[in-house]
Each structure stands twice: as structure tokens, then as C-alpha cells.
């Protein structure tokens, strides 16, 4: 018999995180059917989309009031199908305002549900716990201290680790990554990471290109890489680079190579032109490559503090938010700042400042360039840093898929008529 999985995933992160959910079932379960909201890498594995994950990518606030007529047209389309037909389990992949609405829904009606990425409760709103204990049947977390705060509220869940920790090498290869990027071994490089959103690159750019060029005075052959998630932030970002110029600053776009890439470029045959090593490169998010190449860090505050830490990188987290941002977070929040002392992820696994976090009006150049610096330079720091982040790497590897799959199965035995 067919098992039949509702999925809903809204973001590339989610996406990917599906995808490789669905590696599980499928490797229980050979007979199953998962459909709903999704995205490419799910479809690679054979997900019926009704509707792509574009439907609920939004980017702030006033993007998520632009589309709220059209959300709410997808929220509804895929409500009233479920409903009609219930499917023997619903799994929604973070998109918590979107997800939780629908668990809630579902959950009423019978279908079990399973969430996977708990909401950042114990840094922002913690009273969420009781919508998630009346929408969700079974949580699934990527990160060990979420485990207890669930069980404490009387959430059934399951800690299925990180599937990042998996897949981001152990002990990074800085060598081969500055060889397919073109990068001299010998150099020394910072990768400049100031966001995924316009916004992000509006607010965080000009501080970090001042930070460089502070940098460069102290060290004029230091090598900066930006690696860019799409072309739209490219665009963006060399607008910015034109006002705040920075010499050997070198943009990475996905599959952008160096020596490798050139080799291509001049007509070389494929065989020769790109090894196993520099395809599997090529898959890779721009940002990886650039992180494993790369001494230090100056980062945004997000997910790509979790790759660094998994990189084993020293690194700098910042963040700022316009006034008006900051505004409507606290209003939705209810909070002047997080529960918890720290804002990136590897200070928050750590429960210590194992990295500096430069927010708001202390992101300053100067300040920012002192804090990377250090990063860059300081050998005994670094080392330290990287023992921290191998304790991290080693604690959120689990086997994800498998976990979640057999999670995600049992609930579906759960079904009622």
C-alpha cells in the first residue's frame, strides 16, 4: 500500500532538507507518494508539486503584506485538497507561520503531523510552545538542547541531528579549495559574506567593504572572496564595491572556478579540464567553497555561521537592522533581544562567545576590522576556535534521514479513519 506524505517546504533551505527526508522514506518505504509545496531538489526525487516553494519564499515583512493575497490562495488550495483527501502524515519543513497553521488544521482533522525544524523559541517568543503542542504530533529538531525543551513541554520529538553536519567534511580541505578557486596556498584570505537578502547587503555591505579596506592597509596582499547567492545580490553588491572600492576583492558566483574554470575557458577537453575533486566542487554552494578556501570569516548572522563553524572557521557574526526592521520585530516579538545571550548559532550550541558578535551600532568598520584581524591572524585563536567547532560538528552528526524517516513513518501509523 502507498504511503501518502504531505509535504511543505517554503524556503531553498527546506528544500534541500526535504529532499533528502525523502532519501529516507523512500529507502523504507520504496511505495510512497509525497506532493504538496516543494522545490527543485525535492523533485529530484520524484515530489508531485502542486504548487513550487517560490509561492512562499518571502523576504521581510512588508514582501510577506505584498503577497498575502496569493499566500493565503495557496494556504487554502492546499488545505481544502488534504482535507478531501487526507494523506497518511503531513511533514512541514520550517515556514513555521505557514506550517503551523496548516499542522493545526490537518492535526484536527486526523492526519498526523510532523514538524521538522523547530522555531527559534528559546531565543524569540517562547510562548509559540503551545500553538506547536496543539498543531504537532512530533517534532523533529536539528540541534540537542531543543530535545529537552520539548520534552519538558510535553511535545513528543526526536533530535535527528544536522544534515549539514553530514555532508560539510570533518576536517576541511583549505588546499584543494584554493586550488579549484585559484587561490595561492600561501595567501592569506578572508571570505566577506554580508547576506543572502537585499537587505542584508544594503545594511551589512558598506560596513564590512570599510572593514577591508581597513584590513588592507595592515596587509595589502590579503585576498577577499565574496561569494554571491544569486545575480540579483551580485548586482547589488558591485554597486556597492563601486562606492567603497576594495583591491583584491574577487566576487564567487555558483560554479565559479579559478585555474579549473580557465582550463574550461581555453577550450581544454572536459576530462582534463575539471577532476572528480573540481566537479564535486562545482555542486557545492558558492559560499562553501569560499569558506574552505578561506582563513577567517566576516559573516552575516544566519545559517552561514553553522557552515563556517563546520568549516572550522574563525569568524566575525554581525548583523543590523534598519530601524524600522527592528521596529516590527519587536513588535511581533514582544522583545527588546533573544532570551539567550548570543545571536550566532555556533555561540548559541557553544553557550559561550566562542566568536565575536558585532550587532547593530557596534558593527562598526573599525571594530569590525579588529575583530577579523584577529580572526586572520592570530594562529592560537584560531586553533582554539577550530577545537570548539569540532566538538559542535561532532555533536549535530547523526544520521538525519534515517532518523526522520522512521519518525515520519510511525506517525503516519498513527492515522485515524
Not at 582554539?384 to 534521514?401: E, K, M, Y
Request: charged share 20%; with cysteine.
Amino acid at each position: 500500500m502507498t504511503l501518502r506524505v504531505g509535504m511543505v517546504a517554503g524556503e531553498p533551505s527546506g528544500d534541500l532538507l526535504a529532499a533528502r527526508v525523502m532519501r529516507g522514506i523512500s529507502a523504507n518505504q520504496p511505495d510512497s507518494l509525497c506532493q504538496g509545496i516543494g522545490g527543485p531538489a525535492m523533485e529530484g526525487q520524484g515530489f508531485d508539486a502542486w504548487h513550487s516553494m517560490n509561492a512562499l519564499t518571502v523576504f521581510g515583512y512588508v514582501d510577506a503584506f505584498k503577497r498575502l493575497p496569493s499566500l493565503m490562495a495557496t494556504y487554502f488550495d492546499v488545505k481544502k485538497r488534504w482535507l478531501a483527501d487526507k494523506p497518511d502524515v503531513f511533514v512541514g519543513i520550517d515556514a513555521p507561520d505557514f506550517n503551523l497553521r496548516l499542522e493545526h488544521q490537518l492535526k484536527q482533522a486526523g492526519v498526523p503531523t510532523v514538524h521538522f525544524v523547530g522555531p527559534s523559541i528559546w531565543a524569540w517568543r517562547y510562548e509559540r510552545i503551545h500553538k506547536i503542542r496543539e498543531a504537532v504530533s512530533h517534532m523533529l529538531v536539528l540541534f540537542p538542547f531543543e530535545e529537552e525543551i520539548y520534552r519538558k513541554e510535553g511535545v513528543p520529538v526526536t533530535y535527528v541531528g544536522h544534515p549539514l553536519a553530514e555532508v560539510i567534511p570533518m576536517e576541511p580541505d583549505k588546499a584543494a579549495a584554493r586550488r579549484y578557486l585559484g587561490v595561492d596556498e600561501g595567501a592569506r584570505v578572508l571570505a566577506l559574506m554580508p547576506g543572502s537578502r537585499a537587505s542584508e547587503i544594503k545594511l551589512l555591505a558598506p560596513r564590512f567593504l570599510q572593514a577591508a579596506q581597513i584590513l588592507l592597509k595592515q596587509d595589502p596582499d590579503l585576498q577577499i572572496l565574496v561569494p554571491m547567492v544569486n545575480a540579483d545580490r551580485r548586482r547589488e553588491f558591485q554597486a556597492l564595491l563601486e562606492q567603497y572600492p576594495v583591491p583584491n576583492c574577487r566576487i564567487i558566483d555558483q560554479g565559479s572556478a579559478g585555474s579549473s574554470g580557465m582550463r574550461a575557458a581555453v577550450g581544454a577537453s572536459p576530462d582534463l579540464a575539471l577532476s572528480a575533486q573540481d566537479i564535486a566542487f562545482q555542486a557545492r554552494p558558492a559560499a562553501w567553497n569560499v569558506m574552505e578556501a578561506a582563513d577567517a570569516v566576516l559573516v552575516a548572522s544566519g545559517t552561514a555561521t553553522l557552515e563556517a563553524a563546520l568549516f572550522k572557521r574563525p569568524m566575525v557574526i554581525s548583523y543590523v537592522l534598519s530601524p524600522m526592521m527592528k521596529r516590527m520585530m519587536e513588535w511581533k516579538s514582544g522583545q527588546a533581544r533573544p532570551y539567550v545571550p548570543w545571536v550566532g548559532l555556533p555561540n548559541v550550541l557553544a553557550r559561550d562567545f566562542v566568536v565575536p558578535e558585532l550587532l547593530q551600532d557596534d558593527a562598526t568598520p573599525q571594530a569590525l576590522a579588529e575583530a577579523t584581524w584577529k580572526a586572520l591572524t592570530d594562529a592560537d585563536y584560531a586553533q582554539r576556535v577550530a577545537a570548539s567547532f569540532t566538538d559542535i560538528h561532532q555533536s549535530l552528526w547523526r544520521d538525519t534521514p534515517a532518523l526522520a524517516a522512521r519518525a515520519i513513518i510511525e506517525q503516519a501509523g498513527h492515522a485515524s479513519a
